[in-house]
């Protein structure tokens, strides 16, 4: 078997399980690593916003210092409004503690209201585009941020120094910053994270592939060539030692090639076993199917084949009912006193070659031949499948066979000589018994067909009136005239002697 030797890339990321331990190994670092990256940058945030807000504060504190020289609201104002066009501040507005608003400068705050900061006690609002962020400050007396605030209050809403309007008041200041540095700052620090996290999920991802392909990866996929190859062998390699996995492991996976091992020499023994077994097998097969083969030869020569293919079937008992047959009785005459003048070989012999001959004929003519009896031979048309030329088939088979009894005589020189009879009409065929299965016919059409032949004429084919109107426009007959017919009365029948040209 072909060792996979070496941890090639290409072998790995073809795997299916490198593959899918690969894209679980990177899935779950990524999911881990964003996990944390979310509570980061929403620290992040956090800590640039408050920075932001440290800024914005710091901007407004030059005000602090103009409480000390009595400016007039309309100079503190003016001051202002140069003060918070300066980053960060965009705009700001100063209520009283009772909610009266105080004054205000630059972009209007819709995101933050005094009823938020008092009522909801919130202090921070950023905007859904993130662009803005609005701080609020509560001022109070002997609070570090009151100063601000109070200066603020006595610049924008009037009042002195000495008896402010708005003395000892509580204050609430809120700024609106600009946040878009934040958001583009926060950009940049994902940026950083997301490439961060991305070297370290692919670096873990690429040692853990080599890790597991060298110690999981290529073992299996070894076994799993062998394994195919096992399942190629189809029992035609005999060796069992030959292609084994080489385990030389101290772990589970090394167990499992062990077994490996031994169930493929163990598959091996059995293959043998059984292509051993199929041999013999198909030996066997073929002897049953010589034999068959015997058998259904025999049962056809005994039996006309839809018969036997009904026997087969087990329909038992056969009897079918023909309208129209013709049969037919050919006896050798004189060959009693010739066989008490000849060995019985050769009687047989002769007997044998002239119904082989008849055999023959009746194949050649569509006919079945039903039986001999002695010396006398039985043969009908029509039966067991039915055929509108029945008594043609018959005519022509007799005058065939006159034609062998002349054949034979010149071979053999025995002085032999046929009588032969025929009758067309209605019969019933079918098997009776339970051994030495026959396929016969019965009824008056039989009867009259052996009349014709008992009474006929040696070396002429006797037929009765039935067969004669179905053959006077294709054969040349001569009128016999009416006879004496045993158990029949009088018949008019007719001697066959030839097709009309």
Partial sequence: ??????????????????????????????????????PSVYRRQQELLEQLAEVGLATMQPLVRWQQFNLNPDVALAAAQQLFPHKPVLGGVIYLSNGDKIGTFGEEIPNLSFTMVKEQNRRRQQSADGDRYDVAWIAQPGNREYPLCQSLVMILGGGDQTNPRVAATEMVLILRLDASEVRWEIKKYVVRIAGLVAIICLFVTLTTMVAIGSNLIVPILELRQALIQVAATKGEERNAEGNLILANRDDELGDVMDAFNWMRAQIYNHLAAIKDRELKLESLVEEVDAARDRAEKLLLNILPEPIAEQLKREVYPIAESFAEATVLFADIVGFTQLAATIPPTEIVNLLNQLFTAFD??????????????????????????????????????????????????????????????????????????????????????????????????????????????????????????????????????????????
């Fill in 360 to 501: 023959q004929l009746a194949e050649v003519h569509g006919l079945e031949k039903i039986k001999t009896i002695g010396d006398a031979y039985m043969v009908v048309g029509g039966v067991p499948l039915p055929r509108s030329d029945h008594a043609a088939a018959i005519a022509a088979m007799a005058l065939d066979m006159q034609q062998a009894i002349q054949n034979t005589i010149l071979e053999t020189g025995q002085p032999l000589n046929i009588r032969i009879g025929i009758n067309s009409g209605p019969v019933v065929a079918g098997v009776i018994g339970i051994k030495k299965f026959i396929y016969d016919l019965w009824g008056d059409t039989v009867n009259t067909a052996s009349r014709m032949e008992s009474h006929g004429i040696t070396g002429c084919i006797q037929v009765a009136e039935s067969t004669y109107t179905l053959l006077r426009d294709l054969y040349q007959f001569e009128p016999r005239g009416t006879i004496e017919v045993k158990g029949k009365g009088m018949m008019r029948t007719y001697l066959l002697t030839g097709r009309k040209p």
């Fill in 1 to 38: 078997m072909k060792k996979i030797s070496k941890i090639q890339p290409v072998i790995l990321l073809k795997s299916r399980l490198s593959r899918r331990i690969v894209i679980w190994v990177f899935t779950s670092i990524v999911v881990v690593e964003f996990m944390i990256l979310m």
